[in-house]
């Protein structure tokens, strides 16, 4: 299983990014594939996750209503565009999957055993 994330980059503060996870070796239909973010000095966090049998996608409080999360299933490629970009938003983001992740552990970093090489974000003010 390999992650490739991009997208990243330089931004102002209430423009949009979207990033890109391409994944090999991932099916969709079993999947969880979610999107984290580090920030200098803090630790990793959820931001969005995408999983196949749930009905809603799920998201940071932080980001729900700018930050949406999609895939495509012939891509194989998750995306998460995010909008409304704030300063606080800057971080390296990481995309992550794993096969079976049960619905109150995607949030947790240590749910997932495939990881992708991040991708920074920076949003100036």
């Known amino acids: 299983v390999q992650l490739q994330a991009s997208g990243g980059g330089m931004v102002q503060a209430g423009g949009s990014l979207r990033l890109s996870c391409e994944a090999s070796?991932?099916?969709?239909?079993?999947?969880?594939v979610s999107w984290f973010r580090q920030a200098p000095g803090k630790e990793r966090e959820f931001v969005s996750a995408?999983?196949?049998?749930?009905?809603?996608?799920f998201y940071a409080d932080s980001v729900k209503g700018r930050f949406t999360i999609s895939g495509d299933s012939a891509k194989n490629t998750v995306y998460l565009q995010m909008n409304s970009l704030k300063p606080e938003d800057t971080a390296v983001y990481y995309c992550?999957?794993?096969?079976?992740?049960?619905?109150?552990?995607?949030?947790?970093?240590?749910?997932?055993?495939?990881w992708g090489q991040g991708t920074l974000v920076t949003v100036s003010s």
């Open positions: 992550a999957a794993d096969r079976r992740v049960i619905n109150s552990s995607v949030f947790r970093p240590n749910s997932y055993n495939y």
């Open positions: 995408i999983k196949r049998g749930s009905s809603r996608p």
């Open positions: 070796q991932v099916s969709f239909s079993t999947w969880t």
